[in-house]
């Protein structure tokens, strides 16, 4: 019988704990859109501290935080950004930074580790001599941990690398951090450290954080100043939103701690799938909460079909294609869980009935 559902679907699923409930229902609010909410304030004040910005910014998503951000850097309509053409600004944002920012995009390879080429990158730089027919390239974007590659890390000097690159050509740099955290602890590298190179960070607060809703971007005061006034613009700008940096406060200040485990979590539920016959996972890949296992031709389960099976069994999951599965960890989910869910994948792969209970 099910008595629980275990949600490996996304880290966005995890819901506000009773102590994230509590500090909502007792949180000091005002007028956030002049100004005046004290919590929003203590949130973003605490975000500058920890990733060695100026300023912060609370935004209602990780999409906004990108969005302003990439169009405060390219402020003239035409401008480029340099991005991955396998990043989520790219292949998940609706092409925002376009239609709604006049931003045009100028995708380069990603690599399997999240990383583009350092040569590629300074190659895609377009020559400022030649603006008849040249947009101005005016911004460089990363994105850690990289989402779409299985959660890896980009190292501190590769970000440095890229720093220095946008550096000589006069270019921003902003990173794409809606799991900065996870990047941090995986990599033992502080979080200011880590993006020291940036002008700009976005940073998701209800991922792995767990907090109900909300992203944070950080930069410099006049950066946040004018993101400010483009969150308005956008209908971005929230009366008493200390209500929900209440909860954000509680995760940034709570759950960064509970994230080594959750990358332990995600080793142990990859060396299990490499145990079921017919699966498989590159463990090395494994660098954080993300996992993706492939389904080999002889097994005798589709994707789909093992994820219809799983949900029978309360453990949730989706298929990235017919033959491969992506799996998220997050706090919400606890050891015992992982082993019951290898167990049902087990069963279903082999074709045996389920006999555990949960
Ligand atoms: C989830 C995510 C975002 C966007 O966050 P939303 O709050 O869903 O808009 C941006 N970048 C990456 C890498 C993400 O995983």
New binding site residues.
């Given amino acids: 019988m099910v008595t629980k559902t275990i949600d490996l679907r996304?880290d966005?699923v995890t819901k506000p704990n009773e102590v994230m409930r509590a500090a909502m229902a007792n949180a000091e609010v005002d007028d956030d859109v002049l100004s005046f909410d004290p919590t929003a304030f203590r949130l973003e004040a605490e975000m500058a501290r920890i990733t060695g910005k100026e300023a912060a910014l609370f935004v209602?998503?990780?999409?906004?935080?990108?969005l302003i951000s990439v169009m405060i850097h390219c402020e003239v309509r035409g401008s480029e950004v340099i991005l991955g053409d396998n990043?989520?600004?790219h292949i998940?944002?609706n092409g925002g930074i376009s239609t709604i920012g006049g931003v045009h995009p100028r995708p380069v390879k990603n690599n399997k580790d999240g990383t583009m080429d350092i040569d590629l990158i300074e190659a895609a730089i377009r020559n400022p001599n030649f603006e008849i027919c040249y947009p101005k390239t005016r911004l460089i974007c990363l994105?850690n941990?990289?989402?779409?590659t299985g959660g890896k890390c980009l190292s501190v000097e590769y970000i440095d690398e890229v720093g220095v690159l946008a550096k000589k050509h006069g270019l921003k740099l902003h990173i794409?951090?809606?799991?900065i955290f996870h990047a941090s602890v995986a990599l033992g590298v502080p979080v200011n450290r880590l993006v020291q190179a940036a002008d700009s960070v976005?940073v998701?607060l209800?991922?792995g954080l767990g907090a109900p809703v909300?992203?944070v971007i950080v930069g410099s005061r006049e950066f946040i100043a004018r993101a400010r006034i483009l969150r308005k613009t956008l209908g971005g700008g929230m009366r008493q939103v200390g209500i929900l940096c209440a909860a954000a406060l509680v995760a940034v200040q709570e759950n960064v701690e509970k994230l080594a485990d959750d990358h332990k979590k995600a080793k142990a539920l990859a060396e299990g799938l490499n145990n079921i016959k017919g699966l498989k996972v590159d463990i090395a890949s494994v660098q954080t909460n993300i996992l993706y296992f492939d389904i080999s031709e002889d097994a005798n389960i589709t994707a789909h079909k093992l994820i219809n099976q799983l949900e029978e069994h309360g453990v949730l999951m989706m298929a990235d294609s017919s033959s491969r599965i992506r799996v998220v960890l997050h706090y919400q989910i606890s050891a015992a869980d992982v082993q019951y869910t290898l167990a049902c994948i087990e069963q279903a792969v082999n074709g045996t009935p389920f006999k555990n209970g949960h």
């Fill in positions: 996304s966005t209602p998503s990780g999409t906004m935080g990108n990043c989520h600004i998940f944002e994105e941990t990289h989402a779409n794409d951090g809606a799991r976005s998701c209800s991922k909300g992203s």
